[in-house]
Every structure is written in structure tokens, then in C-alpha cells.
């Protein structure tokens, strides 16, 4: 299985000048390493026969890497790692052979931990022992004595050449990384030096204390370790108090900011490698009504034990977060592994499907996955976890289990933000122009008498002239907007209704609403207010309500509705037929008119399943004491049809198209004088 870390990948664009580079890093470190240990010489006596306190300062050089602290201080480096003490002590005590040895056994063992490619552990021994050639030399060049004393000037060489390891170390590796990123190599090489400094600065001046103890008792050197190992221990604090930041306490699993930064270097190897990357993100359902019931206990031990089913058996790679309340979010790329993001998907709710038991309790859980990949739906985290949102919301629309993420669900792509904040201004000011009405009639068909018509709303922007109604309605029914177009609907609705009574139009008006208008008894209150001011009869206003609102969420909606039922508002089931639980709503709901969709009315007389659907659908509001309006009457035929099977009403273009107020009041006018 390969790994996601980019560190042990080559750039595509370049791959030979990048491995060239580290293959001379490589060839020049033996070659310098050599020369510089045949110059130094190696231990008196044999490698056997050096004192006990070599071996014990070589083995703490090893068991401080067992456990690499991963360090968000660092710029670059992932690990912060002390073995520098050990390195620099040995060389000043023992020579540059033994502290060559003590070093690379170091950063290969470290290599081991962070799970680093063959040929970047090479780099990594081959980089810091041309580092510690340099310091070496540097060391000699200034101690005056090759053995250790202690004395002013041996110090002053020791923080010079401590010096001199990392701002090699830092080049060489900055200049790798320039040839994978193009970044400039000063730059990075000042931003390691940067964020690294006082940790190298730490370390150097340690090591003379550690090669004075060295150089007088074994006990000694185990004795240093104390302050040795507590610095280790406070990276390690450093490290523990990053990740508790990183991650949600009640899970253990990762927070938004750890995951971020999880799926930000995914993104990074992804690009590199021309690979894509799977955002989930998973929304319980009805997980409140756990809390509610329950208890907040009972609800945090369930999310406690999904955390725990999701991490169970999971591939090495795929990363989970808890994001809070009842989301978590996960990320899988082809590079841990993963070969088909709905594949993901599955699995996650597979990981679902049997109930979670607590105590007495046995929990049946579901909910809703919205997936976005990289980089078809988004290049960056913050646009694939948004669009993984709306993928999920849609998801909950559909009463689906999971779905991909899709432009056309997007209702806050640039352009409709931009229609958003145009439309928001036109209904700031009550008198601005731009929102408005058309009116289609609504005639009887028994005797053709206009009773009544539908408000339909119309836009006209100031640059894209009159823009679609859906657009509208899309672009704004996820937002305040929303309230607000409905405000400005009614009032313009209500006023002409006073208009049409003044001029002896006794009509009802039919007005469409959402469903976050149903579900906010604001409403309710505002509707109530505005037909007091405007002096008309509730009972002349009705409310079209589609079966797809009710189905969002139908428990809050009815409260409201019957509210407005008392208040002599008719209720009007709209596009009836087109939802799955018509039956439902209607022995529920106050409704007082059903409104049959036009794709089933303008095409019943040649199809004959639509016919049987009308013409039940008109039996069944007979039988309910409701009124039954079909919507879509193109032409004579399909009028004859519905009055002989008892429709109460029709609207559609065989009477008249939906037009201006004024084009409406003159279309009356003429109908009067026909009759």
C-alpha cells in the first residue's frame, strides 16, 4: 500500500533532477564521510574497547527515538528529534567515527518510526553526515585539542559547530524541497532555521554538560539524561497539548482543525501524485430526539460508541473526525487505498445498520452522507467540505442514504450569490422596483365564472432582465431572503385583492408559500397582522402548500397551518400527486382545496393512466368535502372532460395566460361584458 506522505514521492514534473540530486547528496556523503574518518582516525584499541559510558550514551541516542514527537512548532521537519545531544557529545568525546555511527543508527531507527521510503532514509543518514563532516571539521579547526576539557575556547568551538550542523542540515534539505515545490531555496532554508533555532540551540548547549559527564563516570551520563529527557518531555507536552487541540475529547477522534489539516496534506500528496481524494461528511438523523429523550449522556455515549465502530478495522490512511453534534467526516485517498468514493460512502452506512445498545437502551441509527472528491468538486478543503455539505443536505431532501456532490445542488455557486445579494436589495425598500406579480385566473368550471387567481412571481433583474421564478425560488429558499421575498409576495398580494374588491372583483387569491415559511409561527403572526391592515377577508387568501415542503418536515409544519386554518386561510394541497404521502396529509392537514398537477391534466384525454389519476383524484376530494382545481387546461376537450367528472375548477392557458395586474383587472373587464 503506498503512502500518503509527499515526502517520499518525487515531483512528476522533474522526477530525474530531484533523484539525481539526492543520489550526489548520497555519493558525496560516503566520499566526505570516508575521508573524513580515515583523517579522524576511530577508537583507540578497537571498537570494543571504549568505555561503557559510549555504549550507554549511544543507547539513550536510541531510545530517544522510539517515540518521535511529532511537533507542530517545527516548519518542516514532522519529528523533533534530540538525537543532536548524543551526536555532538560523541563527536567531541569519542571522535568523528563513533558519533558518524551514533547518528545515522539515530536517524535510521527514526526513518523506521515515521515510515519513510528506502531512498529518503538514505537521504536523510547521507544529509546529516555531511552535517556532521561539517561540524566536525569545524570543531578541529578551533578546539586546539582533540580531547575534550572542557576549556573556554573547546566551548566556543562546540556552539560553532553545533551551528554549523543544522545550517547545513537546513540547506541541503531546503534545496530538495525547492526542486519539489519551486519554492525559493532561501526562503525555506530561513523559515526551517526560523522555527527550529531555539530547539538546536537547546540541544548544543547541552551537549558539552553531557560529554563532561562522559568524560568522568558512566553514572554521570545517566545522570544527565534527566535534563536530557526533560526537555524530551516538554516537546512531548508540546506535542500531547497540539493533538488535544487537534482532537474532540469526547471522541478522541479528530476535531475540524486536525482534520483540516489532515485532509490539507492529502491534498498536497494528491496533487503531486495526479490522485483523488474522498470528503464525507455523515449527519445523524434525529439524533436531538436521542438528547431529548434520553438525556445528553445517552446521546454522548452513542456518538462515543459510533467513534468506536468507525475506527474499528478501518484500511491505514483514512482519517475520521468527530466535527460536533451529530457530524463526523471522513477522508480516504487512492493513496491509502480507497478506488471508489461511493464505495466509501457504502461503508459508512454499512457501519450503521445494526443498533447500538447501551444499557436497556437498544438505539436504531441512521443518517445522511454527502461526498465531494478531489479534485473533480473542489481544490481545496474548505470548497470540498462545503460542497460535501450540500451534497449531504441533499441527501436529507431525498430521503437518500448518500450522495455525490453536484453543481445543480449548489444554490450558493458566485452567480446566484450575486442574484441573492441583488434580489435582497430590491426587497430592502417596500417601493423598489423589480419584485412583482402576475396573475393567472382560476375559472368555475360549471359555468366558467372567474373565482378567483393564482399569484405567480416574477423578477425583473436589472441587467438579466426577467429571471426564471425557480431560480429564484432556488437561490433564495436557503436563506433570510426567503422570508423576506415571501413578505413582499403577500403584501403585493394582499393589496390586490383590496384593489379587486374595490372594483367589485369578489376573488380569492391563491399565494404559494415554502416551508421555512410553515415552520416559523412568525409567519403566521406577520400574515395574521397584514390582512387586518389591508381590511380583507381571510377567507379570500388561500396558501398553496407542495407535498415536497410537507414532507420536510411535516410535524412542525401542521401546528402552523392549522393556525392559519383558524384563521379562515384556505389551505390548498398543491401539485397533488406528485409527492408519496398524499393520503397522509390530507387526513391530517386542514385542507380545504387540492390542486392536481398539470402533468397529469394536459395529457389525460390521450393517456389513459392519467385520466384514471384525475379523475380518482376528483372522487377522492368529493369524497372529503374538499374542492379540486386542476392546473395545466390547454384546450376545450380536456375542460369538457374535467367538468363531467366534477372537477370544482380549472386554470391553465385555455382561459388565459398569467398576466399583469393591469392586464388582468382589463381581461376581467371584458369577461364581463361577454357575459
Not at 496534506?265 to 470528503?279: F, I, N, Q, R, S
Request: charged share 20%.
Amino acid at each position: 500500500m503506498a503512502t500518503t506522505l509527499m515526502r517520499n514521492t518525487a515531483p512528476r514534473e522533474h522526477p530525474g533532477r530531484y533523484y539525481g540530486y539526492m543520489s550526489a547528496v548520497a555519493v558525496l556523503a560516503i566520499a566526505v564521510a570516508g575521508f573524513t574518518a580515515v583523517r579522524s582516525g576511530a577508537f583507540d584499541g578497537g571498537l570494543f574497547s571504549v568505555p561503557f559510558a559510549f555504549w550507554l550514551t549511544a543507547g539513550l541516542a536510541l531510545v530517544a527515538e522510539f517515540r518521535p514527537n511529532r511537533w507542530g512548532g517545527l516548519w518542516m521537519s514532522p519529528i523533533a528529534s534530540i538525537y543532536l545531544v548524543y551526536a555532538l557529545a560523541t563527536m567531541i568525546t569519542w571522535g568523528f567515527l563513533p558519533a558518524l555511527v551514533v547518528q545515522s543508527a539515530a536517524v535510521t531507527l527514526l526513518c523506521v518510526q515515521i515510515r519513510a521510503s528506502a531512498w529518503r532514509t538514505i537521504f536523510n543518514v547521507s544529509q546529516q553526515g555531511l552535517a556532521l563532516c561539517v561540524a566536525w571539521y569545524v570543531w578541529d579547526a578551533l578546539s586546539g585539542s582533540p580531547t575534550w576539557g572542557g576549556t573556554p575556547l573547546q566551548i566556543l568551538a562546540i556552539f560553532a559547530a553545533g551551528t554549523a550542523w543544522p545550517l547545513v542540515s537546513s540547506a541541503l534539505v531546503a534545496y530538495r524541497q525547492s526542486l519539489r515545490t519551486g519554492e525559493r531555496f532561501l526562503y525555506l532554508t530561513w523559515q526551517w532555521l526560523k522555527s527550529e533555532w531555539a530547539l538546536r540551540a537547546t540541544q548544543i548547549a547541552i551537549a558539552p554538560i553531557l560529554a563532561t559527564a562522559a568524560m568522568s563516570s558512566w553514572w554521570l551520563v545517566a545522570a544527565s539524561a534527566i535534563p536530557i529527557f526533560s526537555v524530551y518531555r516538554i516537546l512531548q507536552t508540546a506535542a500531547d497539548r497540539e493533538r488535544e487541540a487537534d482532537h474532540d475529547p469526547l471522541t478522541g477522534l479528530l476535531n475540524r482543525k486536525g482534520f483540516q489539516e489532515v485532509v490539507d496534506g492529502k491534498l498536497a500528496d494528491a496533487a503531486e501524485t495526479k490522485t483523488a481524494v474522498a470528503l464525507l461528511i455523515l449527519d445523524l438523523d434525529r439524533f436531538a430526539d436521542v438528547n431529548s429523550a434520553l438525556g445528553h449522556e445517552v446521546g454522548d455515549q452513542l456518538l462515543v460508541e459510533l467513534a468506536k465502530r468507525f475506527t474499528t478495522d478501518i484500511p491505514l490512511g483514512k482519517k475520521i473526525a468527530h466535527l460536533g453534534g451529530d457530524e463526523f467526516a471522513f477522508v480516504w485517498s487512492e493513496l491509502d487505498g480507497m478506488t471508489d468514493p461511493m464505495e466509501c460512502a457504502r461503508e459508512i452506512r454499512a457501519r450503521l445498520d445494526a443498533p447500538i445498545v447501551l444499557g436497556d437502551v437498544s438505539l436504531e441509527v441512521d443518517g445522511s452522507v454527502g461526498i465531494a472528491v478531489f479534485p473533480d468538486d473542489g481544490p481545496d478543503f474548505q470548497t470540498l467540505f462545503r460542497h460535501a455539505d450540500i451534497a449531504m443536505y441533499e441527501s436529507k431532501q431525498r430521503a437518500g442514504t448518500y450522495t455525490r456532490y453536484g453543481a445543480e445542488f449548489d444554490h450558493h455557486s458566485p452567480e446566484r450569490l450575486h442574484l441573492l445579494g441583488d434580489l435582497r436589495r430590491a426587497l430592502d425598500h417596500p417601493d423598489a422596483p423589480g419584485v412583482n406579480l402576475f396573475y393567472q385566473p382560476q375559472v368555475r368550471l360549471v359555468d366558467g365564472e372567474v373565482i378567483g387567481a393564482e399569484a405567480l412571481l416574477r423578477y425583473s433583474h436589472p441587467e438579466r432582465g426577467v429571471v426564471n421564478p425557480a431560480e429564484i425560488i432556488e437561490t433564495a429558499e436557503h436563506s433570510s431572503v426567503m422570508r423576506m421575498l415571501t413578505e413582499r409576495v403577500v403584501d403585493i398580494a394582499l393589496r390586490q385583492l383590496r384593489t379587486w374588491r374595490e372594483a367589485g372583483y369578489d376573488l380569492r387569491m391563491a399565494v404559494n408559500v415554502s416551508v421555512r415559511d410553515l415552520q416559523s409561527p412568525e409567519f403566521t403572526d406577520f400574515l395574521t397582522e397584514r390582512i387586518d391592515a389591508y381590511g380583507v377577508n381571510a377567507k379570500r387568501l388561500q396558501l398553496e402548500i407542495t407535498e415536497s415542503a410537507l414532507m420536510a418536515d411535516p410535524r412542525r409544519v401542521l401546528q402552523n397551518v392549522q393556525r392559519l386554518s383558524d384563521l379562515g386561510v384556505g389551505i390548498s394541497l398543491d401539485d397533488f400527486g406528485t409527492g408519496f404521502s398524499s393520503m397522509q396529509h390530507l387526513r391530517r392537514l386542514p385542507v380545504t382545496e387540492i390542486k392536481i398537477d398539470k402533468s397529469f391534466v394536459t395529457t389525460l384525454c390521450d393517456d389513459p393512466d392519467n385520466a384514471a389519476i384525475v379523475s380518482t383524484t376528483i372522487d377522492l376530494g368529493r369524497a372529503l368535502d374538499v374542492e379540486v382545481v386542476a392546473e395545466g387546461v390547454e384546450d376545450e376537450k380536456v375542460r369538457r372532460q374535467l367538468e363531467s367528472w366534477g372537477c370544482h375548477a380549472g386554470q391553465g392557458w385555455h382561459f388565459a395566460k398569467p398576466m399583469s395586474a393591469d392586464a388582468f383587472e382589463r381581461w376581467m373587464a371584458e369577461q364581463r361584458k361577454e357575459d
